[in-house]
């Protein structure tokens, strides 16, 4: 039986046909600039207001703590320039396997000589060593330390309160790229002291091009797009009115079950883990796998050499298995990633990440697994 399965998640997520339907409407009728101030506009301004009040509960925020931009990228690229711009930060502390929406920026800044970026040490797992973040820490510089929630790649999660006490006590600010942990963790914002993090609707079912940064009320945000007064003068242009409130729908469904989800979705990984040290022996796994220290939609395996390690993922996409990988070097068609090579992983052997999302069956994880293993049958060397 030939089939089409999804287990990319982690790269993006099918859109919620319950968020279709909230976008539908606003598509044909909601048109008006929201700011303008006749009828049309007020109309659009208050979907966006609504909409924003709605994240912030989720949340537990307030709702003028929620600054909408076009995803997970813009949020994180203002938060670190924010820091720098608007709160003195000389010193960015951040990990050599953080998404590149944060690596990249990091760079850039020290490239400009506005900051210094240093480098915490993380284990072979992805760990953050909190002890030597607090020895960064001791720099005595205005600091930022940020550090992503989960790893979108290997799936390790950060220890949230910890390192949010450890900034507290050296006076740093904290930023988080929460993008791969929105719609699948609660977040209780009065109770985790940060002072920004980052959403990007389409990693929850939600459409692209719709994201947000908190930021904190006792912090300050630097517009990174100058224009017009939109998003109390943060964030130039016209509203993206459809995706805000496909974003705010997406949540909403997200954190109506999220314990359910959670449940669900952490069983197939945990039956696919099983599965898979069932018919390799010496399968091994990136990043930590046990559910409290692991984002519960990723697993990253890392499979036995075989001599067709650079076709892997090509012949799972031919059979219909869409999943990404990361070590593809040695096939020389892309670039190594940068978190395996953080983390010092055997690159020699081929590794696949395998994501999940609370549509995913076990259905699906059966038939990847039949075809991995057909994969492996003849060429295991
Ligand atoms: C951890 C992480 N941060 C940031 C991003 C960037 O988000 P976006 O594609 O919405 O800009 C992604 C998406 O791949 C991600 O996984």
Known sequence: MSMRVYLDNAATTPIAPEVIEAMIPVMNEGFGNPSSTHFYGRQTKALIETSRRNVAKVLNCQPSEIIFTSGGTEADNMAL??????????????????????????????????????????NEKGNVDLADLERLLHSGEKS?????????????????????????????????????????????????????????AHKFHGPKGAGFLYVNKKVKAEALIHGGAQERGLRGGTENVYGIVGLAKAMELAYEDVEGHQRQVQGLKSYMIEELKRSFPDIAFHGETDSDRSLYTVLNVCFPRTEKAGMLLFTLDLKGVAVSGGSACSSGATKGSHVLEGISADMTRPNVRFSFSRYTTKMDIDYALEQVRAVFEKTLV
């Open 81 to 122: 320039y924010s820091s720098v711009h608007q709160l003195g930060v000389t010193h960015i502390i951040t990990s050599s396997i953080e998404h590149h929406a944060v690596g990249h920026t990091a760079e850039a800044i020290a490239h400009s000589g506005e900051a210094k970026v240093s480098y915490v040490k993380v």
């Open 144 to 200: 930022l330390v940020s550090l992503m929630h989960a790893n979108n790649e290997i799936s390790t999660l950060l220890p949230m309160k910890k390192v949010s006490a450890l900034c507290r006590k050296y006076n740093a600010y904290f930023h988080s790229d929460t993008v791969q942990t929105m719609g699948h963790y609660v977040f209780d914002l009065k109770d985790l002291d940060i002072d920004f993090i980052t959403c990007a």
